[in-house]
């Protein structure tokens, strides 16, 4: 029981720090459309849209590249009370940690 609400929270707060950098790299990159009249969505629902794009994107990638080499991956694996998917979950850590990834590749190149 601990170790379940362990991950589950630690889970919630990769989404949480992967959300927060999205908004922050969004509102970087956005200009004020406000003055067009435009409605717009909130910074939050597009980091969390960006967030399963890119996860959803990930695991095409792993599944195609699975199947063109024949892998023969679990079905699932059991952490804890949690059962999951290896390219799910591989695909989820990577979109969660994309951002940091690009915060350090930013950095490097102004080096």
Same mark, same amino acid.
């Given at each position: 029981m601990l170790n379940g609400l362990l *991950?589950? %929270?630690v889970v919630l707060l990769l989404i949480v720090f992967s959300v927060r950098e999205r908004v922050k790299q969004h509102r970087y990159r956005e200009k004020d459309w406000g003055a067009i009249g435009e409605s717009k969505s909130s910074p939050l629902s597009q980091a969390l %849209?960006?967030? $399963?794009?890119v996860a959803g994107g990930i695991y095409l990638s792993l $599944?195609?590249?699975? %199947? *063109? $080499?024949?892998?023969?991956?679990? $079905?699932?694996f059991h952490l804890g009370q949690f059962s999951l998917e290896p390219l799910a979950t591989i695909s989820i850590i990577m979109a969660l940690a994309q951002p940091y990834f690009q915060k350090v590749l930013r950095a490097w190149r102004k080096m």
């Open positions: *991950f589950g %929270t %849209t960006n967030l $399963v794009g $599944v195609l590249i699975c %199947t *063109f $080499v024949e892998l023969q991956l679990p $079905v699932r």
